[in-house]
């Protein structure tokens, strides 16, 4: 089982809808969880970081989080061209200084 | 300033060359990473420097030297690679705590 999961896609959405992107994780010791866009021969950007169970919204983005379930989210609203990218989901386990171990990545496409 | 810069931001290398890679950081972080990512692949950590010491070493091979001369500077010494050492390899940098890692553009790496 690998550490962090997602849907590699790509995930298809059209202009203005909403898209949702999943990751699961299967260390129960993870605290952290970061929400990375990367565009093709580009470095990661964080766009999204949650450390507590709920919702975190952040403009278009947001985050959720259910650590009983180990399963962390991202929902783009009205979803823009500009927003294709490759989105990696990330965890670490101690909230500090520590090794971030990410996702495989999930290929965004929003489409005209 | 609130960015990681990168330099150099191509290097093209022989396998007998000794060349280093330079990051720094102006945002007060305590905390700076190497990471190594192939194409469609996620990043993949090398070294986690804390308060300028090395914390954490992921078998990295003895080629890949990282060095940290100060709390805005980290290089990344680079000695008879291999042509499966090209990538892009980025930096990063955070707070001890919260620990939002922040990317640098990072240096695409060819090793003839």
């Known amino acids: 089982q690998k550490e962090v999961e997602q849907n590699s896609g790509p995930l298809s959405v059209p202009e203005g809808a909403i898209a949702s992107l999943n990751c699961t994780y299967s260390?129960?010791?993870?605290?952290?969880f970061f929400w990375y866009r990367q565009y093709s021969g580009k470095s990661p950007e964080l766009i999204m970081f949650?450390?507590?169970?709920g919702d975190k919204e952040d403009g278009r983005f947001t985050a959720q989080l259910n650590k009983a379930s180990q399963y962390v989210s991202l929902l783009i609203r009205d979803s823009q061209p500009s927003d294709s990218a490759t989105y990696l989901c990330?965890?670490?386990?101690?909230?500090?200084?520590?090794?971030?171990?990410f996702g495989t990545g999930t290929r965004l496409q929003v489409t005209l | 300033d609130t960015e990681v810069t990168q330099t150099p931001k191509h290097l093209v290398m022989g396998m007998t060359n000794k060349k280093s890679l330079k990051c720094e950081q102006h945002?007060?972080?305590?905390?700076m990473y190497w990471y190594k990512q192939k194409a469609k692949k996620p990043p993949e950590l090398m070294f986690v420097?804390?308060?300028?010491?090395?914390?954490i070493n992921e078998s990295v091979p003895s080629r890949f030297s990282p060095e940290c001369p100060n709390s805005s500077l980290l290089n990344l010494h680079l000695h008879a690679l291999q042509p499966e050492d090209s990538a892009l390899y980025l930096c990063?940098?955070?707070?001890?705590?919260?620990?939002?890692?922040?990317f640098g553009p990072g240096t695409r790496l060819t090793v003839l």
């Open positions: 420097y804390s308060y300028e010491k090395l914390s």
């Open positions: 990330a965890v670490s386990k101690a909230g500090t200084a520590s090794k971030l171990t």
């Open positions: 990063a940098s955070s707070h001890l705590t919260p620990d939002e890692q922040f």
């Open positions: 949650i450390y507590s169970n």
């Open positions: 945002m007060g972080h305590r905390a």
């Open positions: 260390d129960r010791g993870s605290q952290s």
